[in-house]
């Protein structure tokens, strides 16, 4: 996660990162000037690597790269994901906010990742009192054969989905954020954890007694997995397998999700090299109270899983 | 959208659920006039509920000093610019409730808070509505110069719009009792509850990242006991109850009695179409426009009926319950000057004098040749 003293550049400047790194790497550019010239070179940049009208999870031997901005992922042309609003749950989202994902994705046999870009012009880290966070979402079929509706699957035919939430890197990246780091300035006199060991006053937190994940202030990874069978039944699972980072530079959101492909059990997708299935995705804006069904989706693609060597 | 009757407006609504009315429906009766803003309620609660961390500000009671006075800052303002002062024609609301303006592609008309709104918690506190010049003497009813306080609790609706906004079915209403409470298992924080509840009576926890509420004390009501913030008022302004189907009127039950037999007890802001469960007697001093406003066109007559409290026994010994005993009184009766409060078997909990014993002293104390203050 980046810092809020992140050099910002407006966004009719901004260049693709790539078109951006390339650029500095032909000039030998030091990279504390290189945002600067960049800054100024947006006017006169092509518009970067091309895309690709196919989503093709390549073969990489070895260890996928977690790092959003690393050139493994960005030497890749991306899919481009038209978001469409969430507008069949009430709920609604009525206006579209983020009008591309920009997808790429790479496994290497027993791991597959997922890296997703969006440009956003507020940073939404946190969730709080009418303050929501940015977050994105993929989702499989956990059997083809039911062929589950891309509006979170239904009922007899669930689906695996996994959402990174910029909240939750914060609270791998800077610890779990809550009142403290919320309110640094706010003051309470007792609480129940003052008074009486963890055990016992773990029972005036009845969110974590019921070991809803939400409330969860242990995260060891910013992505979580769920199943659904519809809107509204997002239920999380029992075993967590999913690793992922967000970065958010430059007015845009860059974030890796992988996790086991063939290594879940039968309630999530297991991707086999050399299939085709299908993917759908999601983002939300926090800036713009989006949460839960106010959201942006792509209704499932095709997705073809390169075989391995 | 369901097609549902709320007794309140005297017709039928739209709600997102079909009606369902519980087995029993929790209600209190709260007599504003009485209330002297102790908040000993608020910290009844307090200490009881809300004193983890997450929870610092959040007052699932509060008592506000009207009009100048809420929790959450300007919340019943807001309310008043979405569904405004009610429009009654002989009974019958004619305007929109939350539900029935809620924008296209919404489930209910709300509005969300941010942390600063819920900040201030005793903002305009015993302010009222003017400045008294030197000299200022009130003699009439209504009061020309007057500030009233408004003790709240969730109201436990039965069309909650908390319930109606969850989008993953995370708020239910308890069938054996009309409860509404929010599962801390399933809740995923998106807050449309905190956005749709007109009363602002559900609050997010940003430590645990779910929203939380007023729980009604249920472990207490099902022992057959009052809520905390009930048995601690000192002002004894408050009785907690169940209250019968809109087509049942048992006038040996309190709360009927109060607000179906008396009307004496009305909701508030009934406009919002929750059909709220908390029901006020109206401060008789205050602004009486002001007053209609929130609650309703029963005011006048509730307040009239109040009024003649001292020439109706019933109603006076029904009083003199309230604050008597910490079991829930589901059936009462006054024999001469005795009020009697009976629980759910039909067994006697408790009995009042409904004319308190009092003795009048001399003004001189003739023993320490003193003059008394006090002498009642």
């Excluded at chain 1, 993929?138 to 909240?167: C, K, Y």
């Amino acid at each position: 996660m980046t810092s809020e003293t992140e050099v910002q550049v407006p966004e009719e400047q901004q260049i693709d990162t790539q078109s951006r790194r390339r650029f500095l790497q032909t000039v030998g550019g030091a990279a504390a000037a290189g945002l600067a010239i960049a800054g100024t070179i947006g006017y006169v940049a092509t518009r970067g690597p091309g895309t690709t009208d196919k989503l093709v999870a390549g073969y990489r031997a070895g260890d996928l790269p977690d790092d959003p901005t690393s050139s493994t992922w960005l030497d890749r042309d991306p899919f481009v994901a038209a978001m469409l609003p969430q507008n069949m749950a009430t709920p609604l989202q009525t206006e579209v906010d983020i009008a591309e994902l920009r997808v790429r994705a790479l496994h290497n046999g027993t791991d597959i990742a997922f890296h997703l870009q969006w440009d956003d012009d507020t940073e939404d880290a946190h969730e709080s009192l009418g303050q929501f966070r940015d977050a994105v979402a993929v989702m499989l079929e956990v059997d083809p054969a039911t062929t589950p509706s891309f509006t979170m699957g239904n009922t007899g035919a669930p689906v695996h989905i996994l959402q990174w939430r910029a909240s939750w890197q914060a609270d791998i990246d800077e610890g779990h954020q809550g009142v403290k780091q919320l309110f640094p300035n706010a003051y309470n006199d007792v609480s129940p954890e003052m008074l009486m060991p963890k055990e016992q006053a773990i029972a005036f937190y009845p969110a974590r007694v019921s070991n809803n994940s939400q409330s969860n202030h242990e995260r060891t990874s910013p992505v979580e997995e769920y199943s659904a069978i519809g809107f509204g039944s997002l239920t999380s699972h029992t075993e967590q397998q999913a690793t992922g980072s967000g970065v958010y530079r430059a007015r845009r959101w860059q974030v890796v999700i992988s996790w086991p492909m063939t290594a879940g059990d039968s309630t999530k997708s297991r991707v086999e090299p050399g299939e085709t299935r299908n993917v759908a995705f999601a983002v939300w804006n926090g800036d713009s109270g989006q949460r839960g069904g106010r959201k942006q989706y792509a209704p499932w693609a095709p997705i073809e899983v390169e075989a391995t060597e | 959208m369901a097609e549902v009757f709320n007794w309140q407006l005297q017709r039928k609504m739209q709600y997102q659920y079909d009606e369902s009315r519980p087995q029993k429906q929790i209600a209190w009766v709260f007599d504003t006039n009485k209330c002297i803003d102790c908040q000993t309620c608020t910290i009844a609660c307090k200490q009881t509920w809300t004193w983890g961390t997450g929870q610092e500000y959040m007052l699932w009671n509060n008592v506000e000093t009207k009009p100048y006075g809420f929790y959450p800052m300007g919340w019943d303002v807001k309310l008043m610019e979405l569904v405004g002062a009610g429009k009654w024609d002989n009974g019958t609301y004619n305007g929109k409730t939350v539900f029935e303006q809620a924008d296209p592609g919404e489930r209910v008309k709300g509005f969300l808070f941010d942390s600063e709104h819920w900040a201030h918690p005793n903002i305009g506190e015993d302010e009222p509505v003017g400045v008294a010049e030197q000299g200022t003497y009130i003699s009439e009813l209504p009061h020309s110069m007057w500030f009233s306080y408004l003790a709240r609790i969730c109201n436990h609706c039965t069309y909650p719009a908390c319930l109606a906004a969850c989008p993953r079915e995370a708020i239910y209403k308890r069938p054996e009792d009309g409860i509404v409470l929010v599962d801390q298992s399933r809740c995923r924080g998106y807050q449309e509850c905190n956005s749709a509840c007109p009363y602002k009576k559900v609050m997010y926890n940003p430590e645990d990242r779910v929203s939380q509420k007023c729980i009604a004390c249920y472990p207490k009501i099902e022992q057959g006991e009052q809520p905390q913030c009930v048995v601690s008022c000192i002002g004894r302004i408050r009785m907690a109850g169940f209250i019968s189907p809109p087509d049942v009127i048992d006038p040996t039950n309190p709360i009927d009695y109060m607000v179906k037999v008396k009307k004496v007890a009305l909701p508030l802001y009934p406009q919002s179409g929750t059909e709220p469960n908390v029901y006020y007697i109206p401060p008789k001093h205050a602004d009486r426009e002001y007053t209609r406003q929130m609650f309703g066109p029963g005011t006048d007559a509730a307040i009239d009926a109040y009024n003649n409290t001292k020439n109706d026994p019933t109603l006076l010994g029904l009083f003199m319950l309230f604050g008597s005993t910490e079991k829930i009184i589901r059936k009462f009766e006054v024999q001469g000057d005795i009020a009697i409060g009976y629980d759910d078997k039909g067994a006697e909990i408790v009995r009042v004098p409904v004319q308190e014993p009092s003795v009048v002293r001399d003004y001189f104390d003739q023993v320490h040749n003193a003059y008394l203050h006090n002498i009642t």
